[in-house]
């Protein structure tokens, strides 16, 4: 029975080492392949979506409604669901709203995957570990280009805010950070990188010239009074949206759905479990002797891309895009060599996480038990708290800088 046993281990040692060899192949490594492909799934989405674009609607009427100085929040018939985004998405959606329906779609699916990916490309990875997150995020890319969504958008506001602090740029950070945030809220969160910026000044001078221009700019379509009363009326219809996601099978797919819906409790506040995780949050901040160390920069980005879906009830299975780059982020971060347990997680992450929303994952237990209780955080969250951890606990030093240091403190305190 050993002798089996050990057979088949080395049978599947073997295949793994095989199937291993043959994705290092230079082909998947290959950054026109990697172009090529991120070209290919907005195309792709589109092709499928050539008769149910119901979200694409949504957003192109933005730009209509706002010329023609309709309720921006209000149901029309030609889609069902309301919008939930700023005025000022009118003018983002503008380019694309004036062609034709489905090659405006086109060219909108192209335009999110192209920013995605050029933010990922201008950080100062390494080639391998850059790759791989092209290739570990293109099947939640997809899930999101399905749905049209600008959450693409916003993990690429938020790497490029991080990229432009790290490159002393504060004016263009502050400004990704008040088009996420005058879009979609989300974008607020890259203030978290306010304490690695070494002009902090100019960044809030930069964020509240931002905040006025992009308030009044899309006045230029309509006018002063009717965008003013748009603005009210979004805060409003936040407020609704939150509470029609409670338990919601398509909204709320966070943490805070996930111990919703598994508990059946409406009566207690989210604010349980968001005081919390603020505080958790907020801890890697006091180990000011490693902001020196660009992974423990990086480290916070993981941080914050999994932080501003896990804790929102607007999350959806589309908003996993923002979730999954910072995932990629956590595992390459670390200076030192990831453990077996950590491959596990990812794994963990990928299965249940991104392909828990496709076909290729059993019917019954997606719509029965994953869906039902926002079980695609689940993966996530366990990432996140480990990466919470580590930046409380271990030594982000370069490991030359270590091994050369016979007084440098252990990686792990």
């Known amino acids: 029975m050993n002798g089996m046993n050990d057979g088949m281990k080395n049978e ?23 172009f090529g492909l991120w070209l290919l799934l907005p195309v792709i989405a589109s ?7 119901n979200n694409y609607l949504i957003f192109r009427y933005v730009f209509w409604h706002t010329i023609e100085q309709k309720p921006l929040y209000a149901a029309y018939d030609e889609y069902w669901d309301t919008n939930h985004y700023g005025p000022f998405f009118s003018l983002v959606i503008a380019p694309f709203a004036l062609l034709p329906g489905w090659v405006g779609m086109l ?35 997809l899930t999101a280009l399905f749905m049209s969504q600008f959450n693409i958008a916003v993990a690429a506001i938020v790497i490029a805010t991080f990229y432009c602090i790290e490159k002393e740029k504060e004016f263009w950070a502050a400004c990704f950070v008040m088009l996420g945030t005058f879009v979609k809220l989300y974008g607020i969160v890259g203030l978290a990188f306010i304490f690695f910026s ?17 308030f009044a700019a899309p006045m230029l379509i309509s006018s002063p009074d009717y965008i003013v009363s748009q603005y009210a009326d979004w805060w409003e219809s936040l ?17 805070l759905g996930m111990v919703r819906k598994i508990s059946g409790c409406a009566a207690y506040s989210d604010l349980w479990l968001i005081v919390p995780a603020l505080l958790l949050f ?72 991104s392909m828990s929303a496709s076909d290729l994952f059993p019917a019954f237990v997606r719509k029965e038990i994953v869906r039902p209780y ?8 366990v990432i996140w708290l480990k990466l919470v951890y ?19 403190e252990a990686r792990c305190r």
């Not at 599947?12 to 990697?34: E, I, W, Y």
């Not at 092709?47 to 674009?53: E, V, Y």
């Not at 926002?374 to 969250?381: D, E, S, V």
Request: proline share 4%; glycine share 4%; hydrophobic share 50%.
């Open 390 to 408: 580590e930046m409380c606990r271990m030594n982000y030093a370069p490991v030359e800088e270590e091994a050369t240091d016979a007084g440098a």
């Open 47 to 53: 092709l499928l979506k050539i008769s149910k674009h």
């Open 198 to 214: 070494r002009h902090k000044t100019k960044f809030v001078l930069s964020l509240l010239l931002w905040a006025a221009v992009m």
């Open 374 to 381: 926002a079980l695609k955080a689940l993966p996530c969250f």
């Open 239 to 255: 407020s609704a949206k939150n509470a029609e996601n409670m338990f919601s099978g398509y909204q709320n797919i966070s943490l």
């Open 107 to 141: 060219f909108w699916h192209i335009a999110l995957s192209l920013c995605l990916y050029y933010a990922i490309r201008r950080l100062p990875f390494p080639h391998r570990k850059r790759i791989f997150l092209y290739w570990f995020c293109a099947h939640e890319l």
């Open 12 to 34: 599947v040692m073997t295949q793994l080492r095989r199937f291993r060899a043959f994705l290092q192949k230079p082909f998947f490594s290959d950054g026109r392949t990697l």
């Open 282 to 353: 907020g801890l890697p901040y006091l180990r000011r002797e490693q902001y020196k160390y660009a992974s423990f920069r990086y480290a916070l980005l993981a941080s914050v891309l999994l932080f501003v879906v896990l804790f929102s009830t607007g999350s959806e299975s589309s908003s996993y895009i923002i979730a999954f780059a910072g995932v990629g982020y956590w595992y390459w971060s670390a200076p030192w060599k990831r453990s077996e347990w950590d491959v596990a997680l990812m794994v963990f992450a990928f299965v249940l996480t």
